[in-house]
């Protein structure tokens, strides 16, 4: 028999850190000893971390290091072989994808996942797909009801469009967009599902410098303005230093480092595992 | 007008406006009789390949599941439908509400056949869909061919391989197929069925719940990410599906004065998807079209009977070659947009 570890919540181990401003809040994800073998390839082993309620913070590591498999354990597209996460509190074992989002989990792809065949306000639609309050029945007979139900629905995707500065390409066809566009855009969609987190993986990716800069202020109005945590995957080292207030660090899927940007820039493990021993020690001598 | 405004219904009034008049016209070119014989007969098949056409579409281009087995659904429909209308012929005497209750009936049954094969194979990501119903086809008209239903003073019995004693008053005889109490189907009925169909399918498709479908099958990954529970969307489209699949089997069987199970066969299910890609895939307007060519086309070319298969199996293949062809793909964007420019500045001159 599989012993469930049913949620049981303990003090925070002293090593894991939240935004001082979140001390004394449950953090929104509370995740422990995180582990996932496919095959014999561990790709995440001992993965433990806490994200504060109103925080945003980075996972960074070089490519390969396991960074895109933990948002898939967070949002349990995979099972864990080892480890739990609390959710808001909530042990997530066993959960669907949907069930996941529905409890506050909401994400961005690596490789862009979005409805392409559809508008770009009906991608944001379908993020508000469990907040519209319209019965099947009054779908089939487009009752007043549903008039009115996909009216607000509207309303309100423009304006999430709006708070990213998409609301003119509401017609378009999401696949038709520029590459930072559907970036964007998967970031509405991933708003309007009301998250408590929004995971982000390299979201900067494919957008140039200014479009970068823009990101980050959207990334801390969007914490600032929904008042909820960020987690961040980026390799763009401007980005993730600019906006973290926490990183964490991983390498052959274990957390090598976590702590704030400054300390993550002088730390030595963590220039090793960019630049390699030899080029740490070049930096160590450059410096 | 509030309707007219947004784009999408917009389109849609476009649409049933369309084939009301088409429709319109027929209706009193055939009153006024002055319709050729053999055409007018095609009538009201017409209207039942639209309808197949019109629900396979829901399943295929909408929900983006391959169903190879359509005309099983039609033949649960078909059957329901006549041993239905035989048994409340007796309680129900006008004939269009009795019909309407044998498509409801027909319709249900086919629903829950969609409801039955939806439980295991909609949970599967896939193209499983397509092996089980393919299978589906083949199982129920074999069953049908082995039923026999009969009417014995007011009761219905069912029995399997036929029974011994001869003589009741059988609906359904085996491999002989269902001998149609009654011709009730019209065309009126025809065109009520489309309009039915094509306003519930266009109800679907611009709801939450037509959203969910088309994310679903945009990508399945990201549908569920944002809190979707696939199977659940996946199991309205096809039980829908199948439904409107079962309602237009009923029109079809009481149109005639026999029905036999072999009808339903696989080649039915392939013309009607092919209707379906002909037209394009989530294209209404494109499956009416190609669904009533297809049906009149057979009859007026009777002497290539033999190739009919041949053919569409050509045609499937280049369709798909065609549209998976990104030269095509640019070549038909750019005519779109040209023909969409053309008319915008018709509207700006105006
Ligand atoms: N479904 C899977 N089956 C087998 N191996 C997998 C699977 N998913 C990921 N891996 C492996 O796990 C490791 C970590 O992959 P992951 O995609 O998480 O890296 P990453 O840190 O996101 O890298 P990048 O920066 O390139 O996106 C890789 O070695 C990868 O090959
Ligand atoms: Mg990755």
Redesign the pocket.
Known sequence: MIQKNRTKLVPLPTDILIPERDIGKQPVLDIRNLGIDFGGLTAVDSFTLAIGPTEIAGLIGPNGAG??TIFNLLTNVYQPTRGSILLRGIDTKGMTTAQVNRLGIARTF?NIRLFGGMSVIDNVKVGLHNSIKCSFASSLLHTPGYYKAEKKARERCLELLDFMGMADMAQLRADSLPYGAQRRLEIVRALATKPAILLL??PAAGMNPSETAELMEQIVRIRDTFQIAVML?EHDMNLVMGVCEGIAVVNYGKIIAKGTPEQICNDPVVIEAYLGKKGAAAHAAEG | MRLWKSKTSRQNLITLAMVTVAFAVLFFLNEGKVLSRSFSGQLVPICVYIVMALSLNLTVGILGELSLGHAGFMSVGAFTGVVAVAYLQQYITSPVPLMLVAMLIGGIMAGIAGFLIGIPVLRLRGDYLAIVTLAFGEIIRNILECLYVELDGGALRFSMFGSADVGGNFIISGPQGASVPSKLSTFGLGIGLVLFALIVIMNIVHSKEGRAVKAIRDNAIAAESVGLNLTSYKMKAFVTSAILAGMAGVLFAMNYSTVEAKKFNFNTSISVLVMVVLGGMGNLRGSIIAAALLTVLPELLRGFDDYRMLIYAIVLILVMLLNANARVKQIKLACSQKLRSLFSRKEASK
Do not use: A, R, V
């Open positions: 960074k895109t690596q993986d390299e995957i």
